[in-house]
């Protein structure tokens, strides 16, 4: 059986004899280029690709001198050619192919090495639409999507990140290829001009949303997904986002915490510790120093606290490394780390300590739902001071204001149905994900009461409006003085009435953050 597969392999070998290469990027092209012409290549090119090929000392034929045409139209028609084309697509194991190739002199090409117009980097440039229009590759993508088209004979190499295999193909089989080799090359030809096209549909098609397209060409397969028997894969550049400086490999579920840590340490300024379990925060606080922040968010619930994501936006220090170090935790997440704290914290191999690079996230997110996808605009909105009205008859304080504010942020990141109850830009608790808002407040209550804290004083915040008063009525019973709530219940006056009534004051915002 064995020698039947190494002889139908043999059999699916082709030998590179004739290259076109038409390239924007020409780094690390010389040792292809090179490699090819010592296993007897011949090359055919088209304006600064030939010049660069010929300064290397190496013989290359004009794309004009095969097609009897020059390059037309300011560049736009350059290998536009059936002398090109049909070299690029004719079946050589068919007669008819070969018979009608000899009849037009049309030579065979079994190597096409080209790349697109740089039309994405054009486009975050700001240029104007002109040289943005001119930046659609048009003789490129064909060759591509010819020469990938024919993989049984043609080899297709579209972008820069080929040419490492090329290059071990050539060092290892000389100017050979296997029929699976090629197939590669023209699943990843096939991801180039697929990416390029939806970037340029969604240049032109802007606001309108007509149609949803995606790509990401960064690809990692997952140990498995949420749970150990679904195949689970993150599309993505991860490392353009983090530094990972040890621990295990990162989990489908370390993902979603990570995702969940970013968007909410974004949102404060002051020096913040959060630990987060299931893309929920169980701990935060903001303080003037890490190691007073640490302390605060871990008070907040130790319980939940095991086994979780941590996040900070300030360089870990020493002191806090080996506080932090005590517990049991999947993801550490900082801007930097000294070298004294980096060495408590890695004392733990399989700890993942990621360094979080200055990043711009996306402003659209999306997921997958029935038969079709959901996409929306992020909530991205931050409310301030100036946002805040106030609708009771009581102004909150200054520190109340601080403090609403820090639990509007905490809230705003927290599955619905949510209360949060905040003290002194501490975290006290919330109500996560329940079915009624009265019962995420009885839990945010019930878990305070857990865990110590005193609730006189403390503020209260709502992802979404109060349909009835009750939730006020709790909170007062429990010591709350102070509730932020976006308003727009028809019977906001109610819950008003009852904060006039039991003595708090209560601001609202005008904006509703549910997270389903």
């Known amino acids: 059986m ?27 092209l010389d040792i292809i280029i090179q ?94 639409e002109a040289d943005i229009i001119e930046k659609i590759d048009i003789g490129g993508i064909s060759l591509i999507r010819a020469a990938a088209k024919n993989f049984s004979d043609v080899v297709i190499v579209a972008s820069q990140n080929q040419y490492e295999p090329l290059l071990n193909i050539l060092d290892e089989s000389g100017a050979e290829t296997t029929l699976e080799e090629r197939r590669w090359f023209a699943r990843e030809a096939f991801a180039v001009s697929s990416a390029y096209d939806s970037a340029i549909f969604n240049y032109f098609d802007q606001e309108d949303e007509s149609h949803f397209r995606c790509s990401e060409n960064d690809s990692k397969v997952l140990r498995y997904g949420e749970n150990p028997h679904q195949k689970g894969v993150f599309f993505g550049k991860f490392e353009a986002m983090f530094e990972q400086l040890q621990g295990k490999e990162i989990s489908y579920n370390n993902l979603l915490d990570i995702d969940a840590a970013v968007n909410l340490i974004n949102d404060f300024e002051d020096i913040t510790f959060a630990i987060l379990k299931h893309n929920n925060a169980c701990g935060i606080a903001s303080r003037p120093s890490l190691l007073e922040a640490w302390k605060d968010a871990l008070a907040g619930d130790p319980v939940s606290a095991f086994g979780g994501v941590l996040i900070t936006n300030a360089v870990v220090d020493k002191a806090t490394a080996a506080e932090i170090h005590k517990l049991f935790f ?71 204001i601080d403090d609403l504010l820090f639990a509007n942020k905490i809230v705003k990141h927290t599955k619905s149905n949510a209360i949060v109850l905040a003290k002194n830009k501490q975290m006290c608790s919330s109500g996560v994900g329940q079915t009624s808002r009265v019962d995420a407040l009885k839990q945010a209550i019930a878990k ?51 904060c006039d009534t039991n003595g708090l004051s209560m601001v609202t915002t005008g904006i509703r953050h549910f997270k389903h």
């Open 2 to 28: 064995q020698t039947k597969i190494v002889a139908i392999s043999r059999m699916n070998k082709k030998r590179i004899k004739k290259a076109l290469v038409s390239v924007y990027h020409k780094d690390k």
């Open 35 to 128: 490699k090819l012409h010592a296993e007897g290549v011949e090359f055919i090119s088209t304006g600064g690709t030939q010049t660069f090929i010929e300064s290397l000392n190496i013989p290359c034929r004009a794309v004009e001198d095969l097609t009897g045409y020059p390059s037309i139209l300011g560049g736009r028609v350059k290998t536009l050619h059936p002398k090109v084309f049909g070299g690029i697509l004719t079946r050589r194991a068919l007669d008819a192919d070969q018979q009608q190739i000899e009849a037009y002199d049309i030579p065979e090409i079994d190597l096409v090495i080209v790349d697109l117009y740089p039309f994405e980097a054009t486009v975050a440039a700001g240029a104007d």
């Open 330 to 400: 999947e993801v550490i997440i900082a801007p930097d780390y000294d070298f004294e704290a980096l060495e408590i914290l890695s004392q733990k191999q399989n700890r993942i300590i990621l360094i979080l690079k200055e990043n711009k996230l996306r402003t659209r997110q999306f997921r997958s739902l029935l038969n079709g996808v959901l996409m929306q605009d992020k909530d991205t909105g931050v409310e301030t001071e100036n946002d805040l009205k106030v609708v009771t008859a009581k102004t909150p304080s200054q520190q109340e």
């Open 448 to 498: 305070a009461a857990d865990f110590g804290f005193d609730l006189n004083g403390a503020v209260m915040a709502s992802d979404a409006f109060f349909p009835f008063p009750d939730c006020v009525e709790i909170a007062a019973k429990a010591g709350v003085s102070a509730v932020i709530q976006p308003g727009g219940s028809i019977k906001d006056q109610d819950s008003v009435h009852s």
